[in-house]
């Protein structure tokens, strides 16, 4: 061996081990961040989660107006009414009931003054919507109550993308058919 290639692995040897301390302390503290950032994100995440998964599921059943109010959509079939916020199904002997499901809803909905009810009519869903109306105006006599409603027929649902449907709205669509 030359004393060129001693020297330098002498050299090399020695530069290491100078090294070799910082590595550790840098690959320690690279290590903690690491695991501080892990535990901060699954925090975090869940929070975050929460809530898109509530601003997902308001999308998919509220009507936002300009002026702050809400419209909250109601399916309306020829058997049924489905409300998309409770996910629940009415039907038309259940609708006028005292404490049932859908009178419960529109109390609760009307006691916001900014607040109503969007019928989604669906083919044949006029009468069911018609007795529903008749029921909120008949039991809240001195309320004003305003409703809004769309006609959901074929020729609309096929002019609309089935990928820009929320979630929900698709699984009452496909369940009624």
């Given amino acids: 061996m030359s004393k060129f290639s001693k020297k330098f692995r002498k050299n090399n040897h020695n530069d290491n081990a100078i090294d070799a301390p910082?590595?550790?302390i840098f690959g320690g503290t690279l290590a903690l961040l690491i695991i501080l950032y892990a535990?901060?994100?699954v925090v975090i995440s869940e929070d975050i989660q929460a809530m898109l998964e509530r601003s997902t599921e308001n999308a998919e059943f509220k009507v936002s107006w300009t002026d702050g109010g809400e419209g909250l959509i109601i399916l309306s079939y020829p058997d049924?009414?489905?409300i998309l916020e409770t996910n629940e199904t009415v039907f038309p002997q259940q609708i006028c009931q005292d404490s049932g499901t859908f009178l419960n809803y529109v109390n609760k909905l009307y006691n916001n003054q900014k607040q109503q009810?969007?019928?989604a009519i669906l083919e044949g869903g006029v009468k069911t919507m018609a007795k529903a109306r008749d029921c909120m105006l008949h039991k809240n006599p001195n309320k004003k109550i305003s409703?809004?409603?769309i006609i959901a027929n074929s020729d609309l649902l096929n002019t609309v993308k089935l990928e820009d449907?929320?979630?929900r709205v698709k699984r009452a669509l496909t369940k009624s058919r």
């Fill in 80 to 82: 049924k009414l489905r």
């Fill in 117 to 119: 009810i969007i019928f």
């Fill in 147 to 149: 409703i809004g409603w």
């Fill in 165 to 167: 449907l929320p979630v």
């Fill in 39 to 41: 535990l901060i994100n």
């Fill in 22 to 24: 910082m590595v550790e």
